[in-house]
């Protein structure tokens, strides 16, 4: 089940024998049951007492003014942070923030990256990057770590090892760390720290995300539990955070709201265990802390996003991951499914545009349109109608049209497309219309049984002995204009 | 062109022209009307559903629980701020129950070891707690570093009771926090945890194993 990490980019189109395999696999639809059950639950619990749509309604107003101001806030936020001693840097795509990050790491003759969990160092393939160029990047995050040690990708964006359980974990811990066998999770933790510990003070920089961005004051936050944010930005001598350039907020008091939604939508957490907020390197007098903070903004395709009023919309993502926790589909085939950074509704709408609709053609159709994750979004991203607007995007056969979105009209196939025009030539007709129906209604015998993909679990439609104006025709006349709606008869 | 302007170029030039504009809306939700002694026992409920230890005590009495709370756990040593006036009034006490006290006044480059590995406890002050998440405000100074509250294994918080807050909104707001962020400000709430593995809670995986707040003027 567990693809290697590697070369994701490669194996994204094949989606439907991998979600066969997890379908067939009893231990990974149990272990997402499970968690996503879970969590879940806990989320409907952290909101109880709250007014939560008046906090969605907030949640999505400020993250949406952000975006309205996004060029200026950037600005802001650069100036800012400068200001404070923090340098800035703009990367179009993950290769030139990689190879931002190596510069900084070859200047400072860094042999030894210490990682929190970001996101978009994923999306980068960072970690790659850095081995290649003989630069070790070690993941600090327990579920990351997990997830490197096993050479496999984040199956989750907030619980990247959702997808093994205790025993797999052990197993691996023994195999590749030497820990002995044990299911006591706190033993296994503990094993973690100790072996972590050594690392975070070894360093020589540290990688972190960022989860907002404040222009107002250039400050960095930071959500967390376990503490190995709060030591990838304090330890090491040198902290680079890397994060999309819509990560930033207007106002210090736009964090408090999306705080409250973040960590009660992901986890269910009044609060995380810690908030850090980090606005400038080590000041003279200061015993510790990284000496030089370095944020690297990053685009990677979010510019484009942002061209389209509609689209737009799924830059106010805060990355809770409520959308996963809540999918039909998701829950059942697990995140590896995907092949992409970024799984579930949230990645659907958004891995389309960061590697194109021709790569990830497979995304806009894996959804039931239950409405599920619209639903839950803390930031009211219409989520399945951005689903149908890329799903739009990828049958689109218009070339002058102009669309944002690289890859549109990948779908489109010749037949199909003529099948439709003929549709749309006899549905607006009426003669032929009739004549093609009535025709249709006495051939009905001719139907095959067995019609690709839609009869595999379905069986074949018939088409009715009459048609609808056949049976209109046959009702009397006193029948079909009853006095019950007879003004509508008489507006037509 | 460098990459700055080419990103700045294509978000200003939008193809469906100006993002319209939203006006701010600060709704209501978010405000809370909490008495002292709410405030206080909302803190301690969260506090103590997320493993934090919260005492309650006078202002002449905390050193004696910081004590008992110490030998309990067998602690050698205790990291203290030299400044601060909880540091102060540490020293004065002259404590026979405290263990060895030590102060971080040196960069962590000249003593990294000691710290991460012999260290068994260091106590903070704070700036004021958060009612409804349960939550301390953490500013470190040069006096209390950063990895003060996050390498050894005890943290031990002082609160002034008169000084918790109903919201994050709230302290913002009233300490002013927008004029001039310090190098790094924390909310810490609970010691260190992660659920990481088959989402059993586990404590103390990187920061604190313990956190332990003592209010003090909570008499």
């Known amino acids: 089940m567990n693809q290697p990490s590697q070369h994701p980019h490669s194996v994204v189109q094949e989606f439907h024998p991998r979600a066969r395999e997890a379908l067939a696999n009893p231990q990974i639809r149990a272990n997402f049951r499970k968690a996503m059950d879970g969590l879940m639950t806990k989320r409907q619990t952290a909101f109880e007492g ?174 967390e539990n376990e503490g190995n944010g709060r030591m990838t930005t304090t330890a090491p001598a040198c902290h680079i955070a890397v994060t999309g350039i819509e990560k930033v907020l207007e106002k210090l008091d736009d964090v408090p709201p ?235 | 062109m460098s990459a700055r302007e080419q990103i700045l170029q294509r978000l200003r030039e939008r193809r469906d022209g100006p993002v319209p504009e939203v006006p701010a809306s600060l709704t209501t939700s978010m405000v809370r009307d909490w008495s002292a002694a709410e405030k206080l026992d909302r803190f301690q409920q969260l506090m103590e559903s997320v493993h934090g230890e919260v005492h309650r005590t006078s202002a002449t009495d905390w050193i004696d629980t910081l004590a008992d709370v110490l030998e309990k756990r067998g602690a050698r040593n205790l990291l203290i701020p030299r400044l601060h006036d909880i540091g102060a009034q540490i020293l004065a006490s002259d404590h026979p129950g405290l263990p060895e006290l030590l102060h971080y006044d040196a960069p962590i480059e000249d003593w990294r070891p000691t710290l991460f590995n012999d260290v068994d406890a260091a106590v903070t002050s704070t700036r004021g707690a958060i009612a409804e998440t349960g939550t301390l405000i953490v500013w470190p100074t040069a006096d209390e570093p950063r990895l003060m509250s996050l390498v050894p294994p005890v943290h031990i918080a002082i609160l002034e009771a008169d000084q918790i807050f109903s919201t994050f909104q709230e302290a913002i707001a009233l300490q002013n926090w927008a004029s001039r962020m310090p190098t790094n400000a924390l909310l810490v709430s609970g010691p260190s945890k992660t659920a990481d593995i088959e989402q059993t809670l586990a404590y103390g995986v990187h920061g604190p194993k313990e956190l332990i707040v003592i209010v003090v003027g909570a008499d």
């Open chain 1, 50 to 223: 709250w007014e939560l749509e008046a906090l969605r309604d907030l949640g999505a107003n400020i993250r949406q003014r952000a975006l309205s101001k996004l060029p200026d806030l950037l600005e802001q936020l650069e100036a800012n942070l400068t200001a404070n001693g923090v340098q800035v840097h703009w990367a179009n795509d993950g290769d030139e923030a990689c190879q931002i990050i190596r510069d900084i790491c070859v200047a400072r003759e860094a042999k030894k990256v210490i990682k929190g969990k970001s996101m978009v160092s994923e999306e980068m393939e960072l970690n790659h990057y850095l081995e290649a160029q003989g630069i070790e990047a070690l993941e600090s995050d327990l579920g990351e770590y997990i997830v490197q040690l096993a050479e496999e990708t984040p199956s989750h964006i907030i619980m990247p090892a959702i997808h093994k359980n205790t025993t797999e974990i052990s197993d691996l811990l023994h195999d590749k760390t030497g820990t002995e066998r044990s299911h006591d999770v706190n033993y296994l933790t503990a094993s973690a720290r100790q072996q972590l510990r050594e690392k975070f003070m070894q360093a020589d920089v540290g990688v972190s995300g960022v989860n907002f961005a404040v222009a107002e004051t250039g400050t960095l936050c930071l959500v």
């Open chain 1, 258 to 492: 999306l705080l409250a939604l973040l960590t009660r939508s992901a986890t269910g957490q009044h609060i995380t265990t810690y908030f850090n907020m980090i606005s400038r390197p080590r000041q003279p007098g200061e015993q510790d802390g990284p000496e030089a903070v370095h944020l690297v903004l990053v685009d990677n395709g979010r510019s484009s996003i942002y061209q389209d009023n509609e689209l737009l919309e799924t830059l106010r993502c805060i990355r809770c991951g409520a959308c996963m926790n809540h999918c039909p589909v998701y829950t059942r085939v697990g995140g590896h499914t995907y092949g992409t950074t970024y799984p579930g509704p949230i990645g659907s709408i958004l891995m389309p545009h960061l590697l194109g609709l021709d790569e990830t053609q497979h995304m806009p159709t894996a959804s039931s349109l239950c409405g599920a994750c619209g639903e839950v979004c803390p930031v009211k991203i219409p989520i399945p109608d951005l689903l149908v607007r890329l799903r739009r995007e990828s049958v689109d056969g218009d070339k002058l049209r102009v669309s944002e979105v690289r890859g549109h009209g990948v779908k489109r196939r010749r037949v199909e497309s003529l099948a439709w025009l003929g549709w749309q030539w006899m549905h607006s007709r009426p003669q032929l219309y009739r004549l093609g129906t009535a025709v249709s209604a006495r051939l009905r015998a001719l139907v095959p049984q067995k019609l690709g993909a839609w009869t595999r679990y379905r069986s074949a439609p018939r088409l009715a002995p009459q048609t609808l104006h056949q049976m209109m025709q046959k009702r009397t006349p006193t029948a079909a204009n009853t006095s019950q709606q007879p003004h509508r008869e008489a507006t037509r």
